[in-house]
């Protein structure tokens, strides 16, 4: 005990020793240490698996690795629609269209007569990577860790066990190395395929690398440096420019460029990772990035906890400085132009449960957070029109909301194969229809999602050009536009349409018998039993019977690649925003029985015959006219029930600004600015000490004395008599 807790009284004592003898225990997870400090925390629910850019693809692993890899474009921050800007890049690709000789062609030529579409990106110069022990020379210019034996590297264990560090600039063969690797087999890229119907070679380039890499070593794949290999897809003209060469005519592919699958990579970075043992250990892209970005993966321990540190390297940004009418407004403009980014740290701790994560936003101890379903009425309160607010509890805190339409989309799909539900034929169309009418998916949203969500007039999401807000948006055939708002048609509209189909009540006319339909849920767990029951309840509105197939997600795949399922629900998340990567889910090319998306496996020849003419157009009215026609084919042809697109509602304490919710950029961290003062003062308003307990046990301890303290009274005078 310190000289402090010496020759006090019991109480104070034991005051003292539940305190930590003057120093605040209580709540606060955090060191002392870290008080005050310009660090934003949050948290993640699960490990990121794949931190390498050639195989990331999920949501959780962007929020990480968007801060550390820089690819040459990415998405303004404030501007809607989507717009791509420059990131490393100089501009904006230039873009030269060639025929089948060579022959350069005008930027409005024939997609039908252009061969090769070349992309031309020049980055910035003086852009330099973290530091990074792949980076580390000797005196000579030697790489220190690029030739370790066996011994050294069982003695691994984690990267700061190599303790010097280097760096280098960024130069354009660093982006070529990258594109390479996307095509590198056993790195299994997902978007290999899909290059590989693009890039000029990229398949041969695939079989060429397998050809020309050594074999493996104990299961180990060791460095192969793919400089040495030549490819015509992916060229470096200089230091700071290199070229990309595409198949015909591919304008999505911009798009690309502003995902890290396009970020670039050192090759000194596979030479280390690549030797021998270093796989075993953990000592890989996957678990230590390196990038140019302006932050760094600090600290890796996904068991509790993830540190991005500012990267003391960074190049430099500025913070936008223009926006939409209302970013002045709402203070998303008040740092424009300042150098990025504001914070120094972000610590992301493991939270697997959401009710401590939940409790912890709540007492101050995470920036932000989303809205689990045991919170939600906690947080949020709908006001007569339906709209959403902030709960008074939430408002007292001085919390934020923000809301957000996503760039994806629910539906339920109609198997277009299938003898029953599928075809062209006006029986197969009606039924389609009456059901389309019966799921009532606003009545979905309200149960299922709090209400977070909008019902699909199509298959294009808000936000993405091609969606039509108001009456010229509907789908006529689902809904009527009554008082400025789409209401869904009648239950006996449905019914009506089912008996014209030949199915009056519900009920087959060749048996007598109630239709029955066959539903393929990936719900094949307790928690989906709610959503299945609501399903058939809808279809049972209609007299119709609904059978559930329910099994798990690999299996409803193989129902889906091979056509055997009737009626599913799938969603499908924007890649980019384009109306193409929605509309191709359509296309009768894709269908999932040939290897694509298109999980109706719907065909219609109009259809088909726009989509390819729609692809593509820049945007504008005539490509606007061309999905006006794609729409109205779709909602008559009914392969889909379109659903609904989810809404994000995501909370912030006031400490936290230039928070936007933009669905395409990933790499948000670096505008985030905070106010640690507040934060501080705050965090001890809302968490005060509960001394009560600790007064009870000193009464207690008290009343507990008492007795003694009488009884030796009592000897004392007995012995003084």
Known sequence: MSRACRFLPLPMVILLLLSGCGQPPWNNPYPESQSGKNILYGAFTERPKHLDPVRSYSSNEY???????????????????????????VALPEVRYLDADGVPLPADADPSQIAISEYLIE????IRYQPHPAFAQDDDGGYLYHQLDPQAVARINALDDLPETGTRELIAEDYVYQIKRLATSWLHSPIAGLMGEHILGFQDLTKRIEAMAPTPVGGERLFFDLRQVEFDGAEVIDRYRYRIRLEGRYPQFVYWLGMPFFAPMPWEAEALYGQRGMKQNNLTLDWYPVGTGPFMLSENNPNLRMVLTRNPNFHGEGYPTQGMPEDQAAGLLADAGKPLPFIDRAIYSLEKESIPYWNKFLQGYYDSSGISSDAFDQAIQFDAAGEAGLTDEMREQGIELLTAVQTSIWYMGFNMLDPLLGGDTERARLLRQAISIAVDFDEYISIFANGRGLEGQGPIPPGIFGHRDGEAG???YVFDWRDGRAVRKPLEKAKALLAEAGYA??????????????YEAMDAGPDGKARLNWMRKQFAKLGIELVVRATDYNRFQEKMRKGTGQVFMWGWNADYPDPENFFFLLYGPNRKVDGGENAANYQNPEFDQLFEVMKNMDDGPERQAVIDRMHAILRHDAPWSFGFYPQSFSLHHQWLENVKPNLMANNTLKYRRLDPEIREQLRKAWNPPVLWPIGLLVVIL????????????????????
């Not at 980055?123 to 003086?126: D, K, V």
């Open 474 to 476: 509907i789908n006529p």
């Open 505 to 518: 009540d519900g009920r087959d006319p060749e048996t007598g018998r109630p239709l029955t339909l066959y």
């Open 123 to 126: 980055i910035s110069p003086g």
């Open 63 to 89: 929020a990480f690795i968007a801060q550390i890899y820089e690819p040459p474009l990415q998405y303004h921050f404030l501007k809607r629609p989507y717009e791509l800007v420059p990131l490393t890049a």
């Open 702 to 721: 008290i009343l507990g004395a008492i007795p003694a303290l009488i009884v030796a009274r009592r000897r004392e005078r007995s012995r003084a008599q």
